[in-house]
Structure formats: structure tokens, C-alpha cells
């Protein structure tokens, strides 16, 4: 069994809270627009981190991370990318990418909207956590907490950080 941490959309923001959480995880993921490459650095001082770039990202996150990733873990085919479109209505690109790869799970970000569903007539669960930092329209910081076992996520969660304009920002010191 793996826990799994998933946030999105930080845009350079870190703050105890997200810490705190990255601390209770086997595994973190990042689905894109990172912001500040002080964010995945300090996550991946606590636990093993894949992460995707997101539109945002500069040159730096983009030779880190890819712009797609896909990989299974416990039984599971995952596939996560930063820009999907809607639930169900994907981009042209994605919907190529999932029938090249045949994920079990769809994993974007870039909306800032926290969306767990089940794609109607397909076996393809597709989930968004959110945003986690504090730039953009939503209202609530968002990120998922789950775990993935012999085939099957189970005891997700939504894990709320506040609401956006009263984050405090921490600072991070990077480390190498």
C-alpha cells in the first residue's frame, strides 16, 4: 500500500500546512505549475516526488519534469498531465495520449477546480485536486490524500488549506 499526497497549481507557494501533510506521504505528486522550483525541492526533501510542468513553469522546471507522466503503482495505470480540459471532454492531445497509454487514472490540474469522477463509459477515473497555492480565482486550497492498493485507490480525501487571500507564505530554503 502507498499513500499518496496530490497537489497542483502551487505557482511558487509552500507553506507549513502542505508540509505538515507531505509529511505523512509515501509518495507526493505534482500536477503542474509549480511556479518556483523551491516548491518540488522542499517536497522532495520529504519524500519521493514526480511531478509534471504546467504552463506556468519556466525553463528550469521543464528540464526537471516532464510534461507527461505515466507509470503504474500497486496494480494501477496512471497518467498525469497538466492541461486536460474538462472531465470527460479532454483536449484533442490528451484524448490521444489516454488511448496511446490506457490509464485507470486521469490526473491533471490547471483549472483550480477539485474534481474527483468516474468518465461515463470508459473505466477511467479522472481526478484534479485542486490548487494548493494562493494565486488564482478559487476560493479554497486544495489537495488530495489517498492511498493505492492491489489495484485500487481507496480512503481518498480532500484536504483543505485555507482559503486562498489568508495564506501565509513560508519561506523554504532550497537544499541540494
Known sequence: MKKILLLSDTHGHVDERMMAYAETAD???HAGDIGDLKVTDALANIKPLRAVFGNIDGAAA???FPENNDFSLEGVRFFITHIGGPAGKYTQRVRSLLEQ???DVFICGHSHILKVMQIKGRSL???NPGAAGVQGFHQMRTMLRFEV???KLQNMEVIELGKRGKALAQTVQRTH
Open 27 to 29: 509518495e507526493i505528486w
Open 62 to 64: 521543464r528540464i526537471q
Open 101 to 103: 497509454h490506457q490509464p
Open 125 to 127: 477515473l479522472h481526478i
Open 149 to 151: 492498493e492491489a489495484g
